[in-house]
């Protein structure tokens, strides 16, 4: 239940209870019928001032002054609340936005999540779940309201058009995942977001593998095929169905306090010139070497012991958090 709601439940629960006080009150005190209390009490509240109905002894008028202090009292206050409630209902919506596009306008080296359905949805959790900026751009405007009761900054909009990427200021970006309804929406996506920011990184889902293929070619850095993966993972399950839940374990953090993690080397990093035996990783810090990319794009799967490690290379690594995050301060140079 939304606060609006509950604030409005409140005021009517409150109104409720006075005019039960004030009922009983005629009732006990000033010995009036059931029907005469009600009638009194209700009237009292709205101040029509119709006057009493029956002559009130002192002890009733001492009440009726009193319950008169509080039934008004509770009726400016239910008006308050009200008024408040319809302006936060009727504009409330538009401040929120506002609010967004000031911080949207502010975000640096963010994710642009292009489409707000499944695909989409789960880009955001596991973009949160890393701690990055991120923004969502959707054109139906019940999945902007979606997104932004989740805690997630959103623009309607097409993402298809230029003018909407440079809302989210994709020029600033650091990369953009495609996951519209159609392979037509996602290519053109990827075209305009690869136009206006050659730096962007973007990853986009095809459904079909002409457009896979054409994704590619217009400069999509990844492209993923919901259907096919979920074929593969289906038979993976069946045939190598412990090497699917490591996977799993490793990759979903289902049940296991374990990550993989890509770090670049700093230049400042005091790992660059030395072997993979000499930093002993894997016995100090309890984290494993899975590869490493080096600077020219070539992958060394299980590199050897007497593996170098130079600037800008990316270790593959896998390991609980905490050595992870010291291993990170190590290669990045941030711990020198």
Known sequence: MTPQFRRIWFVAAAIAGTVTVGTLGYIFIADYPVLDAIYMAVMTMTTVGYGEIRPLSQAARVFNTGYMLL???????????????????????????????????????????????????????????????????DRREDRVDWAMRAGYLACLGDS???????????????????????????????????????????????????????????????????YVMTGTRLAQSLLKPHVRQFLDFATTNIGLDVGIEQLEVGTGSDLVGKSLADLRIRSELKVIVLAIRRADGKMVFNPPADALIEVQDYLIVMGENEPLRRLESRVTGAAS
């Open 71 to 137: 039934s008004v009292s509770m009726l400016l206050l239910a008006l308050g609340v009200m008024t408040q409630t319809i302006i936060e209902l009727q504009f409330g919506n538009l401040l929120v936005k506002r609010r967004a596009k000031k911080m949207i306008d502010k975000l640096e080296n963010h994710y642009i999540i292009c489409g707000f359905g499944r695909v989409g949805r789960g880009s955001a959790a596991e973009l949160r779940q890393a701690g990055v900026p991120l923004v969502i751009i």
């Open 160 to 226: 298809t058009r230029d003018e909407t990427l440079y809302e989210v200021r994709v020029t600033h970006a650091r990369g953009l995942i495609a996951a519209l309804a159609t392979d037509a929406d996602n290519l053109f996506a990827v075209i305009s977001a690869k136009t206006l920011n050659p730096k962007i990184r973007v990853a986009a889902r095809a459904a079909e593998e002409e457009a896979e293929r054409k994704m590619r070619q217009v400069g999509a850095d990844a492209v993923f095929a919901p």
